[in-house]
């Protein structure tokens, strides 16, 4: 909350990634849950190079990535920030564990392939527009399997059921 007449402002609600980090014999296939070994340090200090967030005020969720494990995440921002902390609580019932990922499996998965690197701002497409409530987010195909290596702006549809909850194949 920024305070415009003395400068600063206030945190009013928080999420810590290091509270939803599990050793990797637990996060693999609990993918609510980011293992702690995906990859090395990528640059120095840099473990996950968070990118880019984005707000849906109206399903109140928030969309971030992650450059160095090339994957978006949701989390719920109806949680108090005790809640969020924790696995429980909001309105998904999750706490601040990750509701939904995309782009690579084999982070949580004994297997799966690597179809996406170095992602960039994930964006909600807003209600009124084409694709609204999709997720868009730049691509840079770094040595991906684009045979031409080009860059992509990329859009998903997360999967809902008809009550607004993620479902999952």
Same mark, same amino acid.
């Given at each position: ?36 070994? !995906? ?10 190079? #968070? ?6 005020? !109206?399903?109140? #969720? ?12 949701? !989390? ?32 949580? #998965? ?5 179809? #996406? ?32 290596? !080009? ?19």
């Amino acid at each position: 909350k920024p305070d415009h007449k003395n400068g600063g402002g206030s945190i009013v609600w928080e999420w810590e990634m290091l509270d939803h980090v599990a050793p990797k014999e637990i996060a693999m296939g609990n993918p609510q849950l980011i293992s702690g070994s !995906i990859v090395k340090e990528l640059f120095t200090g840099q473990w996950v190079h #968070l990118n880019g967030l984005d707000y849906d005020s !109206i399903k109140d #969720l928030i969309v971030f990535s992650s450059r160095v494990f090339s994957e978006i995440y949701v !989390i719920d921002h109806s949680t108090t920030t005790q809640e969020a902390k924790g696995h429980s609580g909001g309105k998904f019932g999750k706490g601040g564990d990750i509701l939904y990922r995309w782009g690579r499996s084999k982070n949580y #998965l004994e297997n799966g392939d690597t179809i #996406l690197r170095v992602i960039h701002c994930p964006t909600w497409i807003p209600k009124g527009y084409p694709g609204e409530g999709n997720i868009l987010f730049f691509h840079n195909n770094v040595n991906g399997n684009n045979p031409r290596g !080009i860059s992509q702006v990329v859009e998903i549809t997360p999967p809902f059921d008809e009550k607004g909850k993620f479902t999952y194949t």
